[in-house]
């Protein structure tokens, strides 16, 4: 067999994990989150889960990956067994169901990248939105989309992976950084702080709140289907996985943050705050853009720069989901690398027109497959390592008595609970989402 690729440098991996956890979910999703539940509180729910069950999963998964040195379905399978197979192989359909509608709404962020120039994304933007959301041009921008993930997947672990995130995140820090300075001189800014930064006691303590937390937290870090797996199995130095863990989760969060000082005073300078509260997937597509038209000149080249930084995000984080679909292929059926990610690209392209003709599937796909299963995923993960592998006491022995204690107080006990009374909420309600597109 082929020597397994490995990242060249560490920072490869970092930049490579930060890119997989920053995405769409950070800039998109988390501000629409916050929208929908109370503002601030969500913000602390979300550090909360993060702390006790975003960490320590994904402790979980970098810990099968880096020991088995396998992608996710062969490394279940070395870690308990055939039937353990079945687990990856839900990994690898929840990538596949995500990625397929992630792309429809990157390849929104393309077409508003393009538009930016002419500035035709900026005046009427609701009609803009409505325009090209669905249909054959969302069709078209979700296809050249997934063309360029293919293209990065295809080159393979260092020569794709790690040199697109290399190039892209630093850029992307910046262009957030400098976004993040302008918002803070728009007028009414002080009061999309206010709103953001100040928790709604109510929604604090809501089974709402919590499962739409969790649920976000296992998509913003990226966790529940196999990525960090997949990407610590191209490691090999021993350092802490706990450090990496709190790193790459906390450059997370500090993204989506950083996202909300950016977006909540440009919605609350447009006075636009009392429609995002009744949000929907688009919102932010048609409030960001009308603000931009406000600036005058400046609108297109803030626009640009705005979308440049969705579609650098969206891609890194787009990669990683193929390439867990791709190197199942590999793995699992001999495959080589191209004809797995053609292959893979190919059948999530074609899944995907459907989100792309229907934002009712888009979002459907969104709570069952980017909420629900990804919790479902996570909360396997950790009965997994917490109760039946052994190998990671040894792996955490260097971590000092305390944080090992924490960690597998979280993965038997806490983690476990939590998530299973999540899915009491999350799980009936996604049922209920599926069968109402059915009807
Ligand atoms: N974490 C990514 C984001 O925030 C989305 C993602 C989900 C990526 C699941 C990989 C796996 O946009």
């Known amino acids: 067999m082929d020597q397994r690729e490995t990242w060249k440098t560490r920072a490869g991996f970092f930049l490579a994990a930060v890119g997989s956890a920053v995405g769409l979910g950070n800039i998109w999703r988390f501000p629409y989150m916050v929208s929908e ?152 800014a002080a009061g999309g702080y206010a709103y953001y930064l100040k928790p709604s006691m109510e929604e604090l303590l809501s089974l709402d709140t919590l499962s739409a937390a969790a649920g976000h937290t296992f998509f913003s870090l990226s966790l529940g289907m ?71 000149g400046a609108g297109k080249l803030l626009s640009f720069a705005f979308f440049l930084l969705l579609v650098m995000a969206a891609l890194t984080s787009a990669i990683s989901i193929l390439e867990v679909v791709a190197a199942a292929l590999m793995d699992s059926l001999g495959l080589k690398r191209i004809a797995a990610t053609l292959l893979a690209g190919l059948a999530i392209t074609l899944l995907g027109v459907a989100s792309a003709f229907s934002l009712d599937v888009l979002s459907v796909s969104d709570a069952v497959a980017g909420t629900v299963l990804l919790i479902v995923g996570g909360l396997m993960i950790s009965v997994l390592v917490g109760w039946f592998d052994q190998t990671v006491r040894d792996e955490l022995s260097a971590e000092g008595k305390g944080v090992t204690l924490f960690l597998l107080i979280s993965l038997r006990v806490v ?14 309600k996604a049922v209920e989402a599926v069968l109402g597109l059915l009807r």
Do not use: N
């Not at 609970?417 to 799980?427: E, I, M, P, R, Y």
């Open 226 to 296: 196999g990525v960090m797996i997949t990407y610590a199995s191209y490691l090999e130095q021993k350092e802490s996985l706990l450090k990496d863990a709190a790193v790459i989760s906390f450059a997370d969060f500090g993204v989506a943050f950083f996202a909300g000082l950016v977006v909540f005073p440009i919605v609350f300078a447009l006075g636009i705050q009392d429609k995002v509260g009744e949000s929907t997937v688009g919102t932010l597509f048609i409030a960001i853009p009308e603000a931009f038209a406000k600036v005058g």
């Open 37 to 188: 539940h109370g503002g601030a509180a969500f913000v602390l729910i979300y550090v909360g889960m993060m702390l006790l069950v975003g960490i320590p999963v994904m402790v979980a998964e970098l810990h099968i990956g880096r020991s088995t040195r396998k992608s996710p379905v062969a490394a279940l399978v070395a870690k308990g067994g055939p039937s353990l197979g079945l687990l990856g192989g839900l990994f690898v359909l929840t990538g596949f169901v995500i990625l397929a509608y992630y792309s429809v709404i990157a390849g929104w962020c393309l077409r508003y990248l393009l538009d930016s120039f002419s500035g035709a994304s900026l005046h009427e933007s609701g009609a803009y939105f409505e325009r090209i959301a669905t249909g054959k041009d969302a069709l078209l921008f979700h296809a050249v989309f997934m063309g360029m993930t293919i293209a990065v997947v295809a080159c393979g672990v260092t020569a794709g992976i790690e040199r697109c995130v290399k190039l892209m995140i630093p850029l992307l820090f910046l262009l957030l950084g400098g976004m993040g300075v302008w918002a803070l001189f728009l007028p009414g």
């Open 415 to 428: 983690a476990p609970l939590l998530l299973f009374l999540v899915l009491s909420d999350a799980g009936p």
